[in-house]
């Protein structure tokens, strides 16, 4: 029975092949938009976790002032020294690696090329705070760290624009007036997590940076790295207890710095975006409803048109529910199919939008069953109404209408 109930229904839905079409496409479209619409999200909250990870893998970044970002009120709060990275190393348990980081701004000069880059004075522990590998070359010398030493290590874009093709380890370029060698080349990053150029950058020795470029001894940042495992709430409060200290900061003072903990902002910004994702996606299932609401209307004009076929099976022998179960299984067939052909379209267009705007394409097959699913319901819940209608017809009046 089953069997036969669902040829009668495919029968049926080839019989009218526009109608067929046009009915479904509010399921289509609905399926589609939804999972276009998650896929891009959770792109989009992959590329931001990539790119807030890229900054470096349980890194603290730890900045003068009281608050973070834009119009933070570091101008009122003393920098940091050297030595303030070295006494973190030393003191503070489950710290891998402290990077101070002194920045300035300049022209990079190469022959007739020259490029606005930035300039960051650090040690050889930058390398490893923020998972930098050398694509070529080598790190700074631990003599060349001391001495202050005219050499640099590029970011891919400086390479670009400044070498192009030619090979710039053993080359020297001009940063303001400050010459010096190129001695390694850094594997290319991209984005960083709030927008930035990670490889718009010349890494110079602290020291050669504060005397030739900053002219002071001041340090911007200071990036700590951790060990894997380690209790990063305990790390932070022994690292703010040893710098209130150091900043002699007494028990009423707030602090005149401020700890930023990468996995806590990658885990926001996650965060942020799967809501964001999440409702997207709500509003594009109300779509869905409408194209439920579509099926209805045109089952419902099926049935008053096979109102005489209906009486004919009702006057045979055919049982309402036989009835009631064909018209219904041509709702479900038709949403399917709109479901089917939604997500043809939507991983079509999942896979262009994505690489339109820079994200990675990630298949979620949890929401393609589900949106799937979903359009199913659909053509039972919206295809119900019409069935039963057809179900409960009067043999004998169904014969008569014409």
């Not at 976790?49 to 570091?74: E, F, H, Y």
């Amino acid at each position: 029975m089953w069997w036969n109930t669902l040829l009668l229904a495919l029968r049926e839905i080839r019989r009218n092949l526009l109608r067929s079409f046009l009915t479904i496409l509010g399921i289509v479209i609905g399926v589609a938009a939804v999972i276009t619409m998650v896929t891009i999200g959770q792109g989009a909250t992959k590329a931001v976790s990539d790119q807030i990870t890229s900054l470096g893998t349980n890194l603290l970044m730890v900045r003068p002032g009281q608050r973070l970002g834009p119009g933070r009120d570091a101008a009122g709060s003393p920098p940091f020294r050297q030595a303030d990275a070295e006494a973190i190393a030393a003191q503070v348990a489950g710290v891998r690696a402290v990077a101070p980081q002194a920045s300035s701004g300049g022209i990079a000069v190469y022959g007739a090329r020259n490029w606005s880059t930035v300039v960051q004075g650090t040690t050889n522990a930058w390398f490893e705070t923020n998972n930098w590998t050398l694509a070529d070359g080598r790190a700074f010398e631990e003599a060349e760290q001391r001495a202050g030493a005219a050499v640099c290590v590029i970011g891919a874009t400086v390479r670009r624009e400044l070498f192009g093709a030619e090979e710039p380890v053993g080359s020297r370029l001009r940063v303001r007036n400050l010459s010096c060698e190129v001695v390694g080349l850094l594997q290319g990053k991209g984005q960083g997590g709030i927008g930035q150029d990670q490889d718009d950058v010349v890494v110079m020795p602290i020291n050669t940076v504060q005397r030739r470029l900053t002219g002071n001894l001041n340090v911007g940042t200071l990036l700590v790295s951790m060990h894997d495992g380690v209790d990063a709430e305990a790390v932070k409060a022994d690292l703010t207890r040893l710098l209130r200290e150091r900043r002699k900061l007494a028990e009423s003072d707030e602090n005149n710095f401020n700890v930023l903990d990468t996995k806590q902002l990658a885990d926001t910004l996650s965060g942020t975006t799967q809501v964001m994702t999440m409702l997207l996606g709500a509003v594009a299932a109300v779509s869905l409803l409408v194209g439920g609401i579509g099926i209805m209307n045109i089952m419902l004009v099926s049935v008053t048109e096979r109102t005489r076929e209906i009486g004919i099976r009702l006057a045979i022998g055919a049982l309402g529910h036989e009835v009631l179960l064909q018209f219904l299984i041509e709702a479900v067939v038709l949403a399917a199919l709109g479901g089917l052909v939604g997500i043809l379209i939507a991983t079509a267009a999942s896979v262009v939008l994505t690489g339109v705007m820079g994200v990675p394409y990630v298949f979620d097959l949890g929401i393609n069953l589900l949106s799937f699913g979903f359009a199913a319901l659909i053509g039972i819940v919206f295809g119900y109404f019409p069935a039963r209608r057809a179900a409960r017809l009067d043999p004998i009046e169904a014969l008569r209408h014409e």
